[in-house]
């Protein structure tokens, strides 16, 4: 079972930075894509960002250059910097672990393909 746990959201304003975490447990950690997606008000869940088993990354356009995703995998640990927020990009923010050992694709924006999921954690921007 993993169970992952992010932190790090909050409420900044426009212009500013944050950084998230998303916390995993258990084994094969580094084997593993993770991924990013957020969820604002009244909308769906989208993909924001994803880093590979090999390292490679990959963002929607939306964030590219604004954002950067990363792993530790000696923590068990992977991050989303965040910069030059804007009020758009308010939302919750959930991590998740992608189904596929060792993918070697570097495409991992399809939802339905992570099987572990965090619980969300909070980004408001203000203008």
């Known amino acids: 079972q993993v169970q992952l746990v992010e932190s790090g959201g909050g409420l900044v304003q426009a212009g500013g930075s944050l950084r998230l975490s998303c916390a995993a447990s258990?084994?094969?950690?580094?084997?593993?894509?993770m991924g990013w997606f957020r969820q604002a008000p009244g909308k769906e869940r989208e993909y924001v960002a994803a880093?590979?088993?090999?390292?490679?990354?990959d963002y929607t356009d939306s964030v590219k250059g604004r954002f950067t995703i990363s792993r530790d995998n000696a923590k068990n640990t992977a991050y989303l910097q965040m910069n030059s927020l804007k009020p758009e990009d308010t939302a919750v923010y959930y991590c998740?672990?992608?189904?596929?050992?060792?993918?070697?694709?570097?495409?991992?924006?399809?939802?339905?393909?992570?099987?572990?999921w965090g619980q969300g954690t909070q980004v408001t921007v203000s203008s």
């Open positions: 998740a672990r992608h189904s596929s050992y060792r993918r070697s694709s570097s495409y991992f924006r399809y939802e339905s393909d992570y099987d572990y």
């Open positions: 258990g084994r094969a950690f580094s084997n593993y894509a």
């Open positions: 880093v590979g088993w090999t390292y490679n990354t």
